[in-house]
């Protein structure tokens, strides 16, 4: 039976041997997902239908993509002992003190990529200048401000990032575009991979931070390394161009202009939108800083580093990134963007071949749904790793409790719901005068959300699609299967 199910027409071709792995359970809850995809509906059904719908998703991915690297080799502890979280991450984890903390193996959301072109195919310098580099700035409208991609940079930084080995690589840019290129090359180091003595995964990288949230970031900032984090955009009421704050000479302005300053001019710009052709000139020659917070010696082009890291790493392409996450393949451009411009770029420098699209493209490249900032394969990840981020957090779950937190603690955690109520419970005349938006992460002068009293999964949905379309669909689906 479950053997007929995987092989079903019915799959999309390139999806049969993710399928085949599935129990028949996970089989059938698989057909529903595939069927909506099939429609380009989730999106569109009613808030509770599409909840369910992303239940089901996550559960799959739960499931399938989520792999551990490299044994685990923890113990149990007494999380008693541990009422707080600890500086390197270790007992964090509710049954293992070891997940999670600084210096183990990285996990991964799918197998390492088994594409076999090569790192420079095509060179990742001439994917970052024809396709990445900004031609001039695209906001994301009122919906995100600054706060919000520092805010984004700031907890990624803290919780990711891979153990560099000692030798070095250089980049050179082709000779066909270097003119335009800020940096005709540059060096940096390789990532470190390391043996993981196990038969599953045989080589990973290792994490130089810890994932779990360590509360110091938002009240001690100024502090070690996350000090790095909360410097990289512009003062508005200063207008100091964005590049004058990064790095330790933007930390230095940083601190002259204040918190509150601050806060309102990152609050009051849009943030830039997540397409092709807007990646910040600045950053492809950005003096970075190693793990000590110095500035490294040696400027890069992050454009460029983010294609090249991605290969280096074994992070699937656009396509083969989809396969993994159970989403229908490209199988030409026009599947990936209806806009021509693009088609014509795309062709320029992947030629037909859609399986060689770097991820970052991809992602950046697809057709959004509507009123999403991000690409709808992003937010699967993102779907999938928040909870995941979350829920194996004692200090969320098991520990979410007044003996650990103190009974006022919990009270106080529990009556903050959003940036806006810390910001305004730190600096309630400047959020009168400044914000009118709901969010703290909306750009500030924008209008609040408008009240709604429907419930979210009771809201207006399409009934055409509802009544009409779904019914047949599903009698022409069935059909296909038992026929
Ligand atoms: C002002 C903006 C930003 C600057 C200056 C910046 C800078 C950097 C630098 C220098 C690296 C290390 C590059 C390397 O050697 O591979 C890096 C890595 C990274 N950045 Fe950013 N970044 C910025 C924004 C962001 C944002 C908004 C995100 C996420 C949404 C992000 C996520 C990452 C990730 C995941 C890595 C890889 C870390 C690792 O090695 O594991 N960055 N960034």
């Given at each position: 039976m479950a053997c007929f199910l995987f092989l079903s027409?019915?799959?999309h071709p390139q999806l049969q041997h993710i399928v085949a792995k599935m129990t028949l359970l996970d089989t059938l809850l698989f057909y529903v997902v595939h069927f909506v995809d099939k429609l380009e509906a989730w999106h569109r059904l009613p808030v509770i239908i599409g909840a369910v719908y992303l239940g089901i998703r996550r559960h799959l991915h739960q499931r399938y993509n989520l792999l551990h690297v490299g044994e685990i080799n923890g113990q149990r502890y007494n999380t008693e002992e541990f009422a707080h979280r600890t500086a390197d991450g270790t007992c964090n984890h509710p049954s293992d003190d070891?997940?999670?903390?600084?210096g183990t193996f990285l996990g991964r959301?799918?197998?390492?990529?088994?594409?076999?072109?090569?790192?420079?195919?095509?060179?990742p310098t001439v994917v970052a200048s024809k396709l990445?580099?900004?031609?001039k700035f695209i906001d994301n409208g009122k919906q995100f401000n600054m706060i919000a991609c520092s805010w984004i940079q700031f907890m990624i930084h803290d919780w990711v990032d891979h153990l560099e080995d000692t030798e070095q690589i250089e980049i050179r840019a082709p000779d066909e575009i270097s003119s335009g290129c800020p940096l005709k090359s540059f060096k940096f180091f390789k990532t470190k991979k390391v043996s993981t003595?196990?038969?599953?995964?045989k080589n990973g990288s290792l994490n130089?931070?810890?994932?779990?949230?360590?509360?110091?970031?938002?009240?001690?900032?100024?502090?070690?390394?996350?000090?790095?984090?909360?410097?990289?955009c512009s003062g508005y009421e200063s207008r100091?161009?964005?590049?004058?704050?990064?790095?330790i000479e933007g930390d230095r302005k940083l601190s002259t202009i204040g918190m509150e300053q601050m806060l309102v001019s990152l609050g009051h710009q849009a943030c830039g939108a997540?397409?092709?052709?807007?990646?910040?000139?600045?950053m492809r020659n950005l003096v970075a800083h190693d793990i000590n917070g110095e500035d490294r010696p040696d400027p890069v082009d992050m454009a460029t580093l983010e294609i090249y890291r991605d290969r280096e790493r074994g992070v699937a392409r656009y396509n083969e990134f989809r396969r993994n996450l159970m989403m229908i393949p490209i199988s030409k451009w026009e599947d990936l963007t209806d806009d021509d411009e693009v088609i014509e770029a795309l062709h320029e420098v992947y030629?037909?071949?859609?399986?060689?699209?770097?991820l970052q493209v991809g992602l950046q490249a697809e057709k959004k749904i509507?009123?999403?900032?991000?690409s709808e394969t992003a937010f699967f990840i993102f779907l999938l790793i928040a909870s995941r981020r979350l829920e194996a957090d004692r200090f969320f779950t098991?520990?979410?409790?007044s003996k650990t937190y103190t009974k006022k603690g919990l009270e106080w955690v529990n009556k903050t719901e959003t940036l806006k109520d810390v910001i305004d419970r730190h600096f309630p005349e400047m959020t009168k005068k400044w914000m009118t938006c709901?969010?703290?992460?909306?750009?500030?002068?924008s209008m609040p959300t408008p009240a709604n009293y429907i419930p979210l999964y009771l809201r207006p949905f399409h009934l055409i699609f509802i009544y009409l379309v779904l019914p047949i669909s599903m009698v022409i689906w069935l059909s296909t299967i038992l026929l």
């Amino acid at each position: 039976m479950a053997c007929f199910l995987f092989l079903s027409p019915f799959i999309h071709p390139q999806l049969q041997h993710i399928v085949a792995k599935m129990t028949l359970l996970d089989t059938l809850l698989f057909y529903v997902v595939h069927f909506v995809d099939k429609l380009e509906a989730w999106h569109r059904l009613p808030v509770i239908i599409g909840a369910v719908y992303l239940g089901i998703r996550r559960h799959l991915h739960q499931r399938y993509n989520l792999l551990h690297v490299g044994e685990i080799n923890g113990q149990r502890y007494n999380t008693e002992e541990f009422a707080h979280r600890t500086a390197d991450g270790t007992c964090n984890h509710p049954s293992d003190d070891t997940i999670g903390s600084q210096g183990t193996f990285l996990g991964r959301n799918m197998p390492p990529s088994t594409s076999s072109y090569g790192l420079l195919e095509p060179h990742p310098t001439v994917v970052a200048s024809k396709l990445l580099a900004r031609k001039k700035f695209i906001d994301n409208g009122k919906q995100f401000n600054m706060i919000a991609c520092s805010w984004i940079q700031f907890m990624i930084h803290d919780w990711v990032d891979h153990l560099e080995d000692t030798e070095q690589i250089e980049i050179r840019a082709p000779d066909e575009i270097s003119s335009g290129c800020p940096l005709k090359s540059f060096k940096f180091f390789k990532t470190k991979k390391v043996s993981t003595e196990s038969p599953h995964l045989k080589n990973g990288s290792l994490n130089t931070r810890t994932p779990w949230w360590k509360q110091h970031c938002i009240y001690f900032s100024l502090q070690e390394d996350d000090k790095l984090y909360m410097t990289n955009c512009s003062g508005y009421e200063s207008r100091v161009p964005m590049w004058e704050l990064v790095g330790i000479e933007g930390d230095r302005k940083l601190s002259t202009i204040g918190m509150e300053q601050m806060l309102v001019s990152l609050g009051h710009q849009a943030c830039g939108a997540l397409t092709l052709w807007n990646y910040p000139s600045w950053m492809r020659n950005l003096v970075a800083h190693d793990i000590n917070g110095e500035d490294r010696p040696d400027p890069v082009d992050m454009a460029t580093l983010e294609i090249y890291r991605d290969r280096e790493r074994g992070v699937a392409r656009y396509n083969e990134f989809r396969r993994n996450l159970m989403m229908i393949p490209i199988s030409k451009w026009e599947d990936l963007t209806d806009d021509d411009e693009v088609i014509e770029a795309l062709h320029e420098v992947y030629g037909e071949d859609v399986e060689k699209l770097d991820l970052q493209v991809g992602l950046q490249a697809e057709k959004k749904i509507k009123g999403f900032a991000i690409s709808e394969t992003a937010f699967f990840i993102f779907l999938l790793i928040a909870s995941r981020r979350l829920e194996a957090d004692r200090f969320f779950t098991s520990n979410f409790n007044s003996k650990t937190y103190t009974k006022k603690g919990l009270e106080w955690v529990n009556k903050t719901e959003t940036l806006k109520d810390v910001i305004d419970r730190h600096f309630p005349e400047m959020t009168k005068k400044w914000m009118t938006c709901s969010s703290a992460f909306s750009v500030w002068d924008s209008m609040p959300t408008p009240a709604n009293y429907i419930p979210l999964y009771l809201r207006p949905f399409h009934l055409i699609f509802i009544y009409l379309v779904l019914p047949i669909s599903m009698v022409i689906w069935l059909s296909t299967i038992l026929l």
